[in-house]
């Protein structure tokens, strides 16, 4: 049980760090209202965005990237396994926030910062699809659902030690973007800038 001890505490802490809900914690200090009853209700940067105020979805955006960020670059300083295990938690905290009964955000922005935590090469090879996809389509849903496909293909090629947690986040992140891409498929995504998106 001691040999995994530290595999506990780190994925614990993990997801307490990605638990915290950064987008609906800034628009409410900022006084603009609970996210969840804006929009799509989604506590991420997207939908902070429908509040009108482009610094605080700016702010959401790095926040939740920047948990993701700690928790691999936290978590490396005792491995890379243990940093593995770290950002899982984190990722998972971030989709599932037990304070929020398990209901958060769809978690790319997360991704993105443990991607740029572990190897940050893939990150921002990931970053740059993103936002390739997004000047090109104008879909922030594709854009996600894209760069996250592609980050186990980069990290297999330039971090195989990732590669395979890349895989398992990047199907989270498809799986709740399931919504997003039953509108892509009909034609009913808004694109960037829409009231709608999300």
């Known amino acids: 049980m001691d040999a995994y001890l530290p595999w506990v505490i780190a994925v614990v802490l993990g997801y307490l760090a990605g638990s915290i809900p950064f987008g609906l914690v800034v628009t409410r200090i900022a006084g ?32 939740d990237g920047g948990k993701g960020t700690a928790a691999a670059l936290i978590g490396l300083h005792w491995g890379m396994d243990i940093a593995l295990i770290a950002s899982l938690g984190a990722f998972l905290g971030h989709l599932f926030p037990v304070w929020l009964k398990f209901k958060g955000g769809k978690g790319v922005a997360t991704f993105l910062g443990i991607l740029l935590g572990l190897a940050w090469p893939v990150g921002v090879l990931a970053c740059l699809t993103w936002l390739a996809m997004a000047a090109i389509f104008r879909y922030s849903s594709l854009s996600a659902l894209v760069a996250a496909v592609l980050a186990p293909v980069y990290a297999w090629q330039l971090a195989p030690r990732i590669a395979e947690l890349a895989a398992v986040l990047a199907i989270l992140v498809v799986v709740k973007h399931h919504q997003n891409i039953r509108r892509l498929v009909a034609g009913d995504e808004p694109k960037i800038g829409g009231k709608k998106q999300d």
């Open 32 to 63: 603009a209202g609970d996210i969840r009853k804006i929009g799509s209700g989604n506590i991420g940067a997207t939908n902070v965005l429908r509040t009108g105020r482009k610094g605080l979805a700016a702010l959401t955006l790095l926040l």
